[in-house]
């Protein structure tokens, strides 16, 4: 089992870099693929990026293409996701979730984190 805790969300303003935090507890934390979601008010909990176990292979979601990078240190059990230029569309709770399997779906991610509010204003 995993415990997730995320970290390093605020207050931005629009054009602004944030760097969020996921830090994990259990054993197994290496086995997993880990993700990070977010949701707005009123709105779908939406993919945003994703790693493999090994950090070898990473997914992103259109939006976030090119202004966003999710990393990971399996060795100090955490992963991150560095957002740059960031929009007032990116306003959301983000959280860590992790999986199995690599995905953009929420389905396969079997543990979640309580979330970090990300608000930029414009």
């Known amino acids: 089992q995993v415990q997730l805790v995320e970290s390093g969300g605020g207050l931005v303003q629009a054009g602004a870099s944030l760097r969020l935090s996921c830090a994990a507890s259990?054993?197994?934390?290496?086995?997993?693929?880990m993700g990070w979601f977010r949701q707005a008010p009123g709105k779908e909990r939406e993919f945003v990026a994703a790693?493999?176990?090994?950090?070898?292979?990473?997914l992103y979601e259109d939006s976030v293409k090119g202004r966003a990078t999710i990393s990971r240190d399996n060795g100090k059990k955490t992963v991150s996701l560095q957002m740059n230029s960031l929009k007032p569309d990116d306003t959301a709770v983000y959280y860590c979730?992790?999986?199995?399997?690599?995905?953009?779906?929420?389905?396969?991610?079997?543990?979640w984190g309580q979330g970090t509010q990300v608000t930029v204003s414009s």
């Open positions: 979730a992790a999986a199995a399997s690599m995905g953009m779906s929420a389905n396969p991610y079997h543990y």
């Open positions: 259990g054993r197994a934390f290496s086995r997993y693929a």
């Open positions: 790693i493999s176990w090994s950090g070898g292979s990473t």
